[in-house]
């Protein structure tokens, strides 16, 4: 099962666990299915279109991806922060 | 005692003392994180603000005590499924019935909680208002900043928009219609379309305690006075220095009272000729004359958003209190005739409340 980790407040949220087996075949579903095994972060990083948020990024394995990214059993996604600055 | 809850473009931050002299910074929450809003409810001591972290997107959370437990609330969120998400959450206000909390937010939504801030609900006639497209954002986005309910009278709201202009109900939120009889947009052409297509940016309502039927505005160019609820409105500008600002304040126990923070302009939203100067009406707006012993005279240009004024008590022990972008916080415990120095060195203010 692809594993989903988060950091900082999500991972609060999430029962305080930063590593989560969440079943699904694409980063959005995944995400998705996240909200509903832990609905306190529903609205933190999909918004309420779905989208997932703007200053949110996902990576997979590593690599940049978006909502529609496919993920595998073994992949790992990181849920951070964008780098940001200037405020 | 007064306590002011300041919320600053990087975090929460309580203050409390006696008029004349600093306030002690007592507790801060949400650090970091820019907090539009907060308010303590008097009703029931709850203490609510509103957070748009960069990354999670805007909640509103509440506390009985803000240097404690904060617990999000449920349900700030717009309809799921459509195409427009929540920006931020502007305004927290009481309603007039009990447990009733209306909260403003951009893109021009009225979220009311029935539970005294656990729970919100989009109200969706507002929402579903037909010609809601139409409507245009200012510049800080199409913001609901002002909410003032009718004393006594759940019924009757009043709201303002930047920039759709003054929305009125009498059947509890079922249905809204406009209210902005007489006002003039400067910025628009001189042959504007009818007043319901129009772009009223409206920057501050504030509602009379006593007297209800009458509602203070600053406008985006503009200062008046309504004395039927918001139906129609009377320019009383003539004697401010500039009739742009922001913010508003009115004494309760006066109702022909108001404070305005005259800026420059639009195109340069400081205080005129870096000197500091709150107005005072007492007629009404028949005339207007400045406050400003204890206010710096030079080299001050200061900027004072809509949400950074505020007032406690009534009368000749007023105190009224407003902030600025500089991180400076001013206030008076004498209805205006002096001032003092709050505060000098918080970030940036976003908005100030105070109660006692």
């Not at chain 1, 279109?49 to 200053?55: D, F, N, Q, Y």
């Not at chain 2, 007039?96 to 029935?114: F, N, T």
Request: hydrophobic residues 40%; charged residues 20%; aromatic residues 8%.
């Amino acid at each position: 099962m692809p594993l989903v980790r988060l950091r900082g407040p999500l991972k609060q949220l999430a029962g305080d666990s930063a590593e989560h087996a969440v079943e699904g075949g694409s980063v959005g579903e995944l995400l998705r299915e996240l909200e509903r095994a832990h609905p306190s972060t529903s609205g933190w990083i999909l918004d309420e279109r779905g989208a997932l948020r703007r200053h949110i990024n996902v990576f997979v394995n590593g690599e940049l991806g978006a909502q529609e990214t496919p993920v595998g059993p073994d992949d790992r996604i990181d849920v951070l922060p964008a780098l940001s600055g200037g405020r | 005692m007064t306590e002011l809850l300041v919320g600053t473009k990087k975090g929460l931050f309580v203050l409390e003392g006696e008029p004349g002299a600093p306030f002690d910074v007592t507790a801060r929450a949400f650090a970091g994180e820019p907090v539009e809003y907060a308010m303590r409810d008097p009703r029931s001591g709850r203490v609510l603000a509103s957070v748009t972290s960069p990354f999670y997107g805007p909640k509103i959370w509440y506390a009985g005590d803000p240097a404690g437990e904060w617990e999000q609330a449920e349900g700030v969120a717009l309809p799921a499924g459509g195409d427009a998400a929540l920006e931020r959450i502007w305004v927290l206000v009481p309603g007039a019935a009990d447990g009733i909390v209306y909260a403003g937010g951009d893109p021009g939504v009225l979220l009311e909680s029935r539970d005294g801030g656990a729970t919100f609900e989009v109200n969706r006639a507002l929402w579903e208002q037909p010609g809601r497209d139409s409507w245009q954002p200012g510049a800080g986005g199409l913001c609901l900043h002002s909410i003032v309910p009718w004393p006594g009278d759940p019924d009757r709201l009043a709201l303002g928009i930047s920039a759709a202009g003054v929305w009125l109900t009498d059947d509890g939120g079922a249905s809204w219609r406009r209210g902005n009889e007489g006002i003039v947009a400067r910025y628009l052409p001189d042959d504007p379309p009818a007043a319901d297509e129009v772009a009223l940016c409206v920057h501050q309502l504030k509602r009379s305690a006593t007297h209800p039927e009458r509602i203070f505005m600053q406008f985006h160019g503009g200062v008046y006075r309504s004395d039927d609820g918001g139906e129609t409105w009377t320019d009383i500008a003539d004697g401010l220095p500039s009739d742009f600002g922001f913010p508003l304040a009115l004494d309760p126990g006066d109702p022909d009272s108001a404070y305005v923070i005259p800026l420059v302009a639009d195109v340069d939203r400081v205080t005129p000729g870096g000197h500091v100067r709150v107005y005072e009406t007492r007629d009404a707006g028949a005339s207007w004359a400045p406050r400003g012993d204890g206010l710096p005279t030079e080299h001050a240009y200061l900027t004072v958003l809509r949400g950074a004024m505020d007032q406690v008590g009534a009368g000749e022990s007023l105190e009224l209190y407003f902030g600025a972008t500089s991180g400076a916080v001013f206030g008076s415990g004498d209805a205006g005739a002096t001032w003092f120095d709050v505060a000098a060195h918080l970030p940036p203010v976003l908005s100030l409340t105070a109660s006692s």
